[in-house]
């Protein structure tokens, strides 16, 4: 049996696209699949190696660690969907949550406990394949269940995964979700995720280190203080608190938008499209028309209605509140990402 259709969407984070992964819910042609790669450690969920079903079960349900100590630090992301309600089945502080329980699973269904617990007994069985056999039958119980000829798969923070992504599921379109670079990196120096993000990447460079791996205790030792509270692991309450220049989230994603545009640009045009968040808004009809087509759905006038009305511009343009100075140099720090996004397109 051929693969349903599959698509991709990928961005930066920040802009926008949880929004539309609950567009995208509302169409009865499509299954979305929100932040599955997020949920299961994105490239570590997609092994070059045939794996059993009880095997791959594993990198779709075991917790992630991350996540699970955000939550029970009481700094959970807002993307984090498991209802954290006394009498549930699991927690982060007893049990972990399943990767698949905290994202995916929530986005279908008010009950995920059931939901995973009947793919559980079937994934068990399944045999030894490659892993983007496991992912496609996964996908087919899925909307065997909820419905939709085609899947679209959307986590916020993937661009680093396309070559990964696209080698694993050769016939997969993509869709680029991006954002004004200084309200996109506004809204992340906001986002835990990402100022935990932005501090990794200022410990590599004080260490002179390009991975988590390379920082031996004596490098760890020659950490500024204000760094080294961090070394023994983060509390997410200072992670927070702590004073960071934006223009450090300017160049954050400045390199994570170089970085995508590069895998986009090897991708056949007839496999991507762009999809900017303020045209979205700006014309939103119009373009959630023209993402219909190239996933390969009908435009439903009345999906186009309920999308459109679902659509929140209250955000657009925050970064023109900061102060003349702060924006000068926001705009600055954007100007690589803006740089190549503008010969791409």
Known sequence: MPARPLVFVVGTGRTGSTMLSRILHMHPEILSINELFASVNGINALPKEPLSGDDFWRIVASPNVVFDAMTANGTPLPEFLYPRRHGRRFSAETTGIPALSLMVL?????????????????????????????????FGLLSARFGGRVVVERSGHSLEWV???????????????????????????????????????????????????ELTPDRLQKLPPDLAVFAGGFNFDAVRDRSVPITRFGSLWSEMIVEGVEHLNKIPADKQMSLKYEELLSSRRSELTRLAEFIDVRPDSEWLRAGAELLDDSKRGAAMRLAPDELAALRQSCEPGLSALQESL
């Open 163 to 213: 070559p990964h992504l696209r080698e694993t599921f050769p016939h997969a379109k993509f869709v680029h979700m991006f954002r004004e670079g200084p309200d996109c990196a506004l809204s992340m120096s906001r986002h835990l995720g990402f100022r935990s993000s932005a501090l990794v990447r200022e410990i590599l460079e004080c260490a002179g280190v390009g991975s988590v791996l």
């Open 106 to 138: 929530p986005h279908l269904t008010d009950d995920p406990d059931e939901l995973i617990d009947i793919l559980e007994g079937d994934v068990t069985t399944w045999p030894r394949r490659p892993i983007a056999l496991h992912y496609e039958a996964m």
